[in-house]
């Protein structure tokens, strides 16, 4: 008798600014199709639970074709006796107002239980398998402070059950932090009944045995950013029964991730540079990559000169998946520094303007101008901008 769960944290619908339109759309779909890699697991080797840990959504307002394939790999899992439970994330839970997730909506739809609860542990009871299993959750709260524990003191009842399970959103002490404004979670406070907790927030997937409890997180099935490159992506596979839990990783086929890293030189054409070395990490890269460009070093006005981030961007992209030029650490040096400009007040520059426009415009555009410069001026006079 033994429980089979598979666990994701999807982060469907993502942002690519930096992709070119078509790319992105692209990209977007990398994280559905490895998601469905999931689902298609789960149906064909009969799991009982789908459990998702938050950030199911990457963000709390996706676009209605992802909520629309999310409902329908929803609809799959249902018809193929696989129940769904799912906690808000730190994407998918709107943080300045007490509005629901989008996750809220499958829950009302009967496609999965949402335990979005911020005052008590939640939890439902199934039967797999002749084992009673409790399914509980604590999602991400937004209104803690850095380091205070989300799980400290909220009620829960210890359930009868052959197996509990816990899902949760948060950062979890002993476990690589996330981000140092994260509330942290004291594995003293996970509830000592509680048998296994599968977590998401972190998205290297983690497994941990705190006292009788087995902590895992199932990890991301797609690259959320560079950060990730060298992560096995993928979801998580648990085998639970009375006495034993055995976790495993399946991996899903995410889009390889490279950072290319490119000193600055002191000399001569960067976009040259650049170009030749995309060239040359075309031999040992994937071309499906997304590729970072990260400048390091220095830069001087002259080489600055040299620097072409369109034709490196365009070329780039012939080449690889995407191309993402990173020069966010590159110093400036040198006759960099602002040439040196006498300015009048805000007040006066702004006049002087008005007055020289003024002098070349018909009688309509008079008219706007002073409109114009009347309104500037009471928005200086009232920011101090004398
Ligand atoms: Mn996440």
Redo the contacts with the bound molecule.
């Keep these: 008798m033994s429980v089979r769960i598979v666990g994701v944290?999807a982060?469907l619908d993502p942002y690519f600014s930096w992709l070119p339109p078509s790319r992105a759309s692209d990209r977007r779909a990398d994280f559905f199709r490895v998601f469905e890699e999931a689902v298609e697991y789960a149906v064909r080797e009969g799991a009982h639970l789908f459990l998702l840990p938050?950030?199911v959504f990457d963000r709390v307002n996706p676009r209605n074709a992802a909520l629309a394939r999310f409902a329908s790999d929803l609809v799959r899992l249902r018809e193929r006796g696989v129940r769904v439970f799912a906690v808000p994330?730190?994407?998918d839970r709107p943080k300045y107002a007490r509005d629901p997730s989008p996750l809220r909506i499958f829950h009302e739809a009967g496609l999965l239980k949402l335990f979005d609860r911020l005052d008590r542990i939640e939890g439902d009871y199934v039967e797999v398998d002749g084992l009673r299993v409790w399914v509980g959750g604590v999602g991400y709260n937004p209104y803690l402070e850095p380091g205070q524990d989300p799980m400290a003191g909220l009620p829960s009842s210890e359930p009868d059950a052959d197996l509990a399970v816990l899902m949760t959103h948060n950062t979890i002490r002993g476990f690589p932090a996330y981000s140092p404004g994260d509330p942290v979670v004291d594995p003293a406070s996970i509830p000592r009944w509680v048998d296994l907790v599968v977590a998401?927030?972190l998205?290297q997937h983690l497994v941990r045995r705190v006292g009788g409890t087995t902590i895992c997180y199932v990890g991301?099935a797609e690259r959320?950013s560079f950060a990730e490159e060298d992560q096995d992506k993928g979801f998580t596979v648990i085998e639970a029964g009375r006495d034993e839990i055995r976790v495993e990783q399946v991996r899903t086929s995410a889009r390889p991730m490279k950072t290319l890293r490119v000193p600055v030189p002191e000399e001569g054409d960067l976009t040259e540079l650049i170009l030749g070395e995309l060239e040359r990490a075309a031999q040992a890269t994937p071309r499906d990559a997304l590729v970072r460009l990260k400048l390091e070093g220095a830069m001087t006005l002259e080489v600055h000169s040299t620097y072409r981030r369109s034709e490196i961007v365009r070329a780039g992209n012939r080449i690889f998946f995407g191309v993402n030029l990173d020069d966010g650490d590159v110093e400036y040096v040198g006759s960099f520094e602002a040439p040196h400009v006498e300015l009048e007040t805000p007040l006066k520059e702004l006049e002087r303007v008005y007055r020289e426009r003024l002098s070349s415009a018909d009688e309509e555009e008079q008219a706007i101008l002073e409109e114009a410069y009347r309104r500037a001026r009471e928005a200086l006079e009232e920011a101090g901008g004398w």
Excluded: A, F, Y
Aim: no cysteine; glycine share 24%.
């Design positions: 944290e982060h938050g950030d994330g730190h994407h998401g927030h998205h991301t959320l």
